[in-house]
């Protein structure tokens, strides 16, 4: 439960949470298409494979785009932005005609969903104290499954319109509306505001999220953290990140942090599953029915990581759901080779490995790249770690549909096991607590 003191910063964190729904909408509603994209543009695996990674291309430059626009224009302006673009994109992948078209659309779209993952995580922890702040940034996640979850459905009610594919891109309209909406009522990030020199502006806005706190005594550990105005220049507060060796382990710890939340295998089954279960002989329709059991899973056990992220600490999580995942991926390579394990518990399997990485990578991952790096070097540490998250996604969205389609199931899903325990043991020996951050 959240205490009284903290509601107004529920609230607004809750609205800024709707950028992940953006991000998880857009990311799984390609899966659906993907029955219906194929025969209609002739696509091969690889071919597949570009259209669904390119979405990434643009989400590597949304992160870092987004990184330097937030710094000027504040986090407030550049939600509202991503929401624009969200939305102009949507309705024009849902138009195209040609491949052409729909990549350039999806790259355009990546942009947006780029700069989501970055800023809400970011406004969400400038507005949270240090007691709650990894419970409300695991809120973008939530909002993330969320949009999963959401997109599944409309994939499976709109499977059977004429214009299905193209009416599930042009969905994503309607979750981008409610997010402009609720953005008019955010309060500018007190830290940015009192970091950038707007000292008025941000007493106004704490105000607003510190109903019984101490403004001033905030304030003054808010400054003590701010650089003089030149180390504010993004080249400069990039140079200061590889110019002290603790900064450059913070972010080398991010980036691999960032990385392997994406080449886990979780989000080849997010994007991929009518093609994996396809497999096993499911139909299309089924296909779609267990995308939606996966969203469900997906959803109820990041409501787990909620009330789990505060109390056991970021770094516990992650060890515990890294060795799980790599035990669960044998086990689903094995169910899909029909040998040790009967493909009639495939889906099961499925299911655990998602639940297990919705409680602890999916979510935990975000509140330590946002918790990391001092306030000095925070957007651009976030910016670029949230790019080498998005080539790592490009590349596996990009390299899966090849992959199972060259080798079997059990392979493929053996070399994601073989990652997540490698990831195991770099989670053990380098990466440290951050639930204690001050800032």
Not at 18 to 43: E, H, M
Not at 315 to 337: E, Y
Not at 343 to 360: K, P
């Amino acid at each position: 439960m959240i205490e009284a003191k903290y509601k107004s910063i529920f609230i607004y964190s809750l609205i800024a949470s709707l950028g992940g729904l953006l991000f998880g909408f857009d990311i799984a509603i390609f899966s659906g298409t993907i029955p219906f994209i194929t025969p209609f543009f002739n696509l091969s695996p690889a071919e597949l494979g570009w259209v669904a990674s390119c979405l990434y291309v643009g989400c590597a430059v949304g992160s870092i785009g987004f990184g330097k626009i937030t710094e000027h224009i504040g986090r407030k302006n550049s939600l509202v932005l991503v929401s624009i673009v969200f939305i102009v994109s949507s309705i024009l992948m849902g138009m195209a005609n040609t491949v052409g078209e729909l990549i350039l659309w999806r790259i355009v779209a990546g942009i947006s969903v780029g700069g989501a993952s970055i800023l809400s995580p970011l406004y969400i922890a400038e507005i949270s104290p240090q007691p709650i702040r990894g419970k409300m940034v695991t809120l973008n996640q939530m909002a993330i499954v969320i949009g999963i979850l959401m997109a599944y459905n409309s994939n499976y009610f709109l499977s059977h319109l004429e214009l299905n594919w193209r009416l599930m891109f042009m969905s994503g309209c309607l979750p981008a509306g409610l997010f402009i909406i609720g953005a008019f009522f955010l309060p500018e990030s007190p830290k940015w505001l009192i970091y950038r020199g707007k000292l008025g502006r941000g007493r106004k806005e704490l105000t607003k999220i510190m109903e019984n706190g101490n403004v001033d005594e905030e304030i003054q550990a808010i400054q003590s953290l701010r650089e003089p105005e030149q180390t504010r220049d993004i080249k400069k507060s990039v140079l200061l990140m590889f110019s002290k060796k603790t900064y450059l382990l913070l972010l080398v710890i991010a980036v691999v942090v960032a990385i392997f939340q994406q080449i886990s295998g979780a989000n080849a089954v997010l994007f991929y599953a009518p093609i994996i279960f396809d497999k096993v002989g499911m139909n299309v329709n089924n296909q779609l029915i267990i995308q939606i059991f996966i969203g469900s899973v997906n959803l109820v056990f990041t409501l787990l990581a909620i009330r789990l992220v505060d109390r056991l600490g970021r770094k516990k999580l992650m060890v515990v759901g890294a060795g799980l995942m790599s035990i669960l991926l044998v086990f689903i390579g094995l169910s899909f080779q029909g040998t040790y394990i009967p493909q009639s518990l495939a889906s099961v399997m499925v299911l655990l490995f998602i639940g297990t990485y919705a409680a602890t990578l999916a979510p935990v991952t975000w509140v330590i790249i946002s918790e990391i790096f001092p306030m000095e070097i925070r957007e651009q540490g976030m910016a670029i770690a949230s790019a080498f998250l998005w080539a790592a996604c490009f590349g596996i969205t990009y390299i899966f549909p090849i992959m199972i389609d060259q080798f079997s199931a059990f392979q493929s899903f053996l070399t994601f096991a073989g990652l997540c325990a490698f990831y195991f043991f770099f989670l053990i020996t380098v990466v440290p607590e951050t639930k204690n951050n001050k800032v």
